[in-house]
């Protein structure tokens, strides 16, 4: 078969076998000495011909058909099957779940690596099994690992890192590892980091607000105690602290009811999109006035917040995004915070 003829395995080498093997065929791939449906020495092909456990070339052949280089056809053998996109950086992004906000990072984030890089997503809905099952999967398949972590506990409730999603991470060459949005992790020093500051950065947007804001009589933060996607407690923390610090009348509710009691003078501010949908269609049917007898403040801004004119405190995920895409192409560690605003709109 002509496709031995540029493989060369060093013998001596610090590389690792199946990581050589993968290097090889990536490389001759870019060079154009392998094609497109080129077929490729079997398993035991190659390790007879190098002299090689099987063991080892079926790993090499396993990371290759995950990232979709090669793949396997019953009865016939291996075939490459891209030649594109591989002299590029491979990245894994895992994100907790699928919002608006979070794709505008990661959006962000692809314009300002592209054409330097391809990147997969991965969704791992806050849940530690499905995290843990796709870095084993996948963790020798990437040239870095940028995660968003955030789970939640058996009570729905928020939770930074388990032991086991710890122990993972660290398993993850710190060069290769960018934390996104929560920074709440030990040894964070060594990484690339770009995070929100989740107590302060609600206090501080507040205070930003803080002339608008008195004018109300009573503040509400609609925070779901239990949630399949939960936030950080440090969010209500933060909110406390504003509020205690101006001696604002202040209240905690787990959500937005259908029959919820509004009064004039009312502040609320929800985190979810479900209880700023319900709270405006109920200010709307009490017939109160947005922005004058009831204010609304919501957390995170998207284009249609922005469009009906709603108050936002948010952090700048366009910059997120960008900043992790540089810092991942000038190889730079470092952690970096992202700027969270008050921004003042219609509805308060």
Known sequence: MDIIKFIK?????????????IDLIIHNISVGNFVMDQKIPSINQFSEEFYLSRDTVEKAYNILKERNIITSIRGKGYYISRTKLLSKINILFLVNKMSSYKMSIYNSFLS?????AHVDLHIYHCDESIFLNLIKKYKSAYDYFVIMPHFKT?????????????????????????????????????????????ENDIYNALEEGLNKIKNYKKI???YPDRAIYPYPKRILHGFRKFCVKHKLDFEILDRIYEETILKSGDLFVTIEESD???????????????????????????????????????TDFKFMGEVAAQKILSKQKGLIKAPFNFIDRDSI
């Open 220 to 222: 509400f933060l609609v």
């Open 112 to 116: 300002c690596i592209k054409p330097k």
């Open 276 to 314: 700023l949908v319900n709270l405006i269609k109920q200010i709307r049917e009490d017939e109160f006035t947005l922005g004058k007898e009831i204010g609304v403040i919501s957390y995170n801004d998207t284009p249609l917040k922005d469009l009906l004119g709603i108050t936002v405190v948010s």
């Open 154 to 198: 058996e009570k729905l409730q928020h939770i930074s890192y388990t032991k086991a999603v710890l122990n993972v991470i660290n398993s993850i060459p710190k060069d290769k590892l960018i934390i996104m949005d929560n920074l709440k992790f030990p040894g964070k020093e060594e990484i690339i980091g770009v995070y929100q500051d989740f």
């Open 9 to 21: 395995i060093q013998e001596h080498s610090r590389v690792p076998k199946y990581q050589q093997i």
